[in-house]
Structure formats: C-alpha cells, structure tokens
C-alpha cells in the first residue's frame, strides 16, 4: 500500500466514523471540559479510596495491620527514592484507582453530553477486544525486555532488575510482577481511554489529518505528564503518536492499552520502582531523541504488523482493516 493510500485509509478509520456535525457542535465541546473535570474529580477520589482500601484489607490480611499501616509512610516521605516492595504496589494501587476512575467519569461526562455510549471511545463497536490488549503487552513487553539486556551488556553497566530486589524468593518475586502488571493495564487503560479515546476522537470531528491528530494527541499526552525535561517531553509525544497511529489503523484502544501497559511495566519491572519523587531537570540527553524516533516508528510497525499479518489479524479478530 503506498503512502497516500495509506494515509487515506487512516483517515476513514472505523473509529471515527459515526462522527458527524454533532460532534463539531463548539458548545458541546467545551461544556465537556469543566463537567468532565468535576465528574473525573469525583469519580477519582473515588477510584482512588477504593484502591487504598482493597490493597490494605489484601495486605493487611496477609502480613497484619502493623504491615498495612507501614504502606502510608510514602505519603509522609515523598521524597523516598526506594520503597520496599509492598509500597511501591501501593503507590502503583493509588495512582492506577485515581486515574482510571477519572478517567472513567470524565469520559462518562463527555459520552452524556455527546449523547453517545461510553463504549464509542473504546472502539468501532465491538465487544472489548481483551486479545488486543494481551497480545501488545507480550510482544511489546518481550522486546523491550531484551533491548534493556541488550543496551546494559553493551554499555558495560551492571544491571539488577528490580524485580530481583523485592523479594528473596520467586513467589514474592512473581507475585510483585503479576499485581504490577495488572495495576499497569488499569493505569494504561485510564491514559488511553482518556487521550486516545476521547481526545481522538473529539479532536477528529475538527480535523481528520493523521499526521495533525498525531501530532495534537502526542504533544497533549507528553504536556500532561508536567516533565521538565525536554527530552524526555519529545519521547512522550513519539509514544503519544504512535499509540495514536494505533487507535486509528485498528479501530479501538485494545493495543494500545497492552503495548503502553507493556512499556511502563519494562521501566517498574526492570529500570525503576515507582515513587512519588517528581521529575527533576537535568541536562539534555540526545540518546532519548533518537530512542523516541524508534519507538514511533516501531509503534507505527506493530500496527502495520497486526495489520498485514493474517494469522495475527485471525487470531484478535481484525477480520477487515479498520476502515469506515
């Protein structure tokens, strides 16, 4: 397929095609922004209590209230660069219930006053395509898994996941990564449900070039994340587009969910335990650049892969290209 042809197909994605002059209504749209917000603060905290409260009655009941109390000291210490294992789930738990239920009650805000199902934002109409999903968090997890090895062997640096340092044993130790993921998937859910649902779609009643789409939800995905960094602001938005690419080419958010989930689970799992310490400045790192440009077009790639490959398409049920 040539690349007008392509992008001409991009443009008519399925996900966007019971989009119509209601959509385009000014009025709508920007009574969505304060109602969402209020509904997503809401339904937030509410996410949020109920994390906190599932993840203390679970390890409470595990290791004694004595356990369950030391979890809150992260709140108390936020500069606290290495959390014990049980912290960093907690931490992970909060954040994962905040966002996905403000993510829920905005995008329910928006669905009510477009006067159209919640499920739109989702998909192109079919039932959630949970294959999708797993499907991006293997492939994408098992590639990024072997570059870190890859890039810690060639640059010399002694590399402990940090998965081997929560716990002496292999139980505890998967035990950690299956809740990590699992938290993961709920807190990617949240971010594309949000940019490439809602954002997508909504921006798309205005404007229907991909590269314009793109480039729009990359740029407000990175701006959200309040990085100082440059760097590591340009990589975002690289990870924002290609997630978008995704979205339109196959009809929903499925793939992105798992290959976001994949790529923050390779950071928690073998760079860095989640902390609540925000992001300082440092100086400019061209290396993360260059990686942004890869993963774009990587992510463009699997797309295509998922695409073309008809035993891939067979097997999540992409039986047509996602196009109206």
Same mark, same amino acid.
């Given at each position: 397929?040539?690349?007008?042809?392509?992008?001409?197909?991009?443009?008519?994605?399925?996900?966007?095609?019971?989009?119509?002059?209601?959509?385009?209504?000014?009025?709508?749209?920007?009574?969505?922004?304060?109602?969402?917000?209020?509904?997503?603060?809401?339904?937030?905290? @509410? $996410?949020? !209590?109920?994390? +906190?409260?599932?993840? &203390?009655? #679970? =390890?409470? %009941?595990?290791?004694?209230?004595?356990?369950?109390?030391?979890?809150?000291?992260?709140?108390?210490?936020?500069?606290?660069?290495?959390?014990?294992?049980?912290?960093?789930?907690?931490?992970?738990?909060?954040?994962?219930?905040?966002?996905?239920?403000?993510?829920?009650?905005?995008?329910?805000?928006?669905?009510?006053?477009?006067?159209?199902?919640?499920?739109?934002?989702?998909?192109?109409?079919?039932?959630?395509?949970?294959?999708?999903? @797993? $499907?991006? !968090?293997?492939? +994408?997890?098992?590639? &990024?898994? #072997? =570059?870190? %090895?890859?890039?810690?062997?060639?640059?010399?640096?002694?590399?402990?996941?940090?998965?081997?340092?929560?716990?002496?044993?292999?139980?505890?130790?998967?035990?950690?990564?299956?809740?990590?993921?699992?938290?993961?998937?709920?807190?990617?859910?949240?971010?594309?449900?949000?940019?490439?649902?809602?954002?997508?779609?909504?921006?798309?009643?205005?404007?229907?070039?991909?590269?314009?789409?793109?480039?729009?939800?990359?740029?407000?995905?990175?701006?959200?994340?309040?990085?100082?960094?440059?760097?590591?602001?340009?990589?975002?938005?690289?990870?924002?587009?290609?997630?978008?690419?995704?979205?339109?080419?196959?009809?929903?958010?499925?793939?992105?969910?798992?290959?976001?989930?994949?790529?923050?689970?390779?950071?928690?799992?073998?760079?860095?335990?989640?902390?609540?310490?925000?992001?300082?400045?440092?100086?400019?790192?061209?290396?993360?650049?260059?990686?942004?440009?890869?993963?774009?077009?990587?992510?463009?790639?699997?797309?295509?892969?998922?695409?073309?490959?008809?035993?891939?398409?067979?097997?999540?049920?992409?039986?047509?290209?996602?196009?109206?």
């Amino acid at each position: 397929m040539r690349m007008g042809g392509l992008m001409e197909t991009v443009r008519r994605s399925r996900f966007l095609a019971d989009l119509s002059p209601h959509d385009r209504d000014p009025r709508r749209t920007a009574l969505v922004i304060p109602v969402g917000i209020l509904a997503g603060a809401v339904t937030g905290l @509410l $996410g949020a !209590l109920a994390a +906190v409260l599932a993840f &203390m009655l #679970v =390890v409470g %009941g595990l290791d004694g209230a004595a356990a369950a109390t030391d979890l809150f000291q992260v709140f108390s210490k936020p500069d606290l660069a290495a959390p014990t294992g049980p912290q960093s789930l907690f931490i992970l738990a909060c954040l994962a219930g905040m966002n996905l239920g403000a993510a829920i009650g905005f995008v329910m805000a928006a669905a009510a006053i477009q006067r159209r199902p919640f499920s739109d934002y989702i998909n192109d109409g079919q039932p959630l395509r949970w294959r999708l999903v @797993l $499907g991006g !968090l293997v492939l +994408v997890g098992v590639v &990024m898994a #072997v =570059v870190i %090895g890859v890039v810690a062997v060639v640059s010399g640096h002694v590399f402990e996941p940090v998965v081997l340092k929560v716990s002496p044993n292999l139980v505890g130790r998967s035990l950690y990564a299956i809740i990590a993921i699992v938290l993961l998937i709920l807190a990617s859910a949240a971010e594309e449900l949000l940019f490439r649902g809602w954002l997508l779609k909504q921006s798309a009643a205005y404007i229907r070039n991909p590269i314009a789409l793109m480039a729009l939800n990359g740029l407000l995905f990175a701006a959200i994340h309040l990085d100082p960094n440059l760097d590591a602001f340009l990589f975002r938005a690289a990870m924002g587009a290609g997630l978008t690419w995704m979205a339109l080419r196959l009809g929903g958010i499925e793939l992105g969910i798992g290959v976001h989930a994949a790529n923050n689970a390779a950071i928690v799992l073998l760079l860095r335990p989640i902390t609540l310490q925000p992001d300082a400045a440092r100086e400019f790192q061209p290396g993360l650049v260059a990686s942004a440009v890869v993963m774009l077009a990587g992510f463009i790639g699997i797309a295509e892969l998922w695409m073309r490959w008809p035993a891939l398409r067979r097997w999540t049920g992409l039986s047509a290209p996602a196009t109206a």
